[in-house]
T-cell receptor, first 112, second 114 residues
Framework: QKEVEQNSGPLSVPEGAIASLNCTYS??????FFWYRQYSGKSPELIMS????GDKEDGRFTAQLNKASQYVSLLIRDSQPSDSATYLC????????????FGSGTRLLVRP | ETGVTQTPRHLVMGMTNKKSLKCEQH?????MYWYKQSAKKPLELMFV???????ENNSVPSRFSPECPNSSHLFLHLHTLQPEDSALYLC?????????????FGQGTRLTVV
């Protein structure tokens, strides 16, 4: 059973701080990694994708991938109350070109 | 607006009813998905269609019946559902190539079975 693990949280950070969200996955051959943000009652919104080891930055967001450790993280700099949401990690299963497995998500609370 | 549109947004149905959920994508993608999201559970993959062929059926009960008439449209036909089927049903699409690229979700259908 392929798995994607996330701490459910909530992760509480003050406004302006860096929020660090972590995800581990079980399938060593996974190639595609995504972070989604989901507000309560809404659908998931893609915020970052990463395919190779290292860091990828987009505005206040940085995704980090370490395939050897089977670990992917998301850093949010200068956190804002509007960043309060559940963050979902998604990983493709094995060498599948279509099957995405989602973690259960980490709830982030940014305190004003 | 993600380019993936789902209708209806909300649906209340009795256990003996038949209804359908509709999804349409305007992104030129070649793979479409149905996911189920229940309270406090991870997203569950139900069905995947790639180039109108069903490539994944994740042990979903037969009371859920998908249909993909072309690469832009996806339906989920519902009949004789149970109260535990109440959930958020999400459609997504992606571009399937050597590996999966970004998947975009529709707004979802909040289904309540009474």
């Amino acid at each position: 059973q392929k798995e994607v693990e996330q701490n459910s949280g909530p992760l509480s950070v003050p406004e302006g701080a860096i929020a660090s969200l972590n995800c581990t996955y079980s399938d060593r051959v996974s190639q595609s990694f995504f972070w989604y943000r989901q507000y309560s009652g809404k659908s998931p919104e893609l915020i970052m994708s990463i395919y190779s080891n290292g860091d990828k930055e987009d505005g206040r967001f940085t995704a980090q991938l370490n395939k050897a450790s089977q670990y992917v993280s998301l850093l949010i700099r200068d956190s804002q109350p509007s960043d309060s949401a559940t963050y979902l990690c998604a990983v493709n299963e094995g060498d599948s070109s279509y099957k995405l497995i989602f973690g259960s998500g980490t709830r982030l609370l940014v305190r004003p | 607006e993600t380019g993936v549109t789902q209708t209806p947004r909300h649906l209340v149905m009795g256990m003996t009813n038949k209804k359908s959920l509709k999804c349409e994508q305007h992104l030129g993608h070649n793979a479409m998905y149905w996911y189920k999201q229940s309270a406090k559970k991870p997203l569950e993959l139900m069905f995947v269609y790639s180039l109108e062929e069903r490539v994944e059926n994740n042990s979903v009960p037969s009371r859920f019946s998908p249909e993909c008439p072309n690469s832009s449209h996806l339906f989920l036909h519902l009949h004789t559902l149970q109260p535990e089927d109440s959930a958020l049903y999400l459609c997504a699409s992606s571009l399937r190539g050597p590996y999966i690229t970004e998947a975009f979700f529709g707004q979802g259908t909040r289904l309540t079975v009474v």
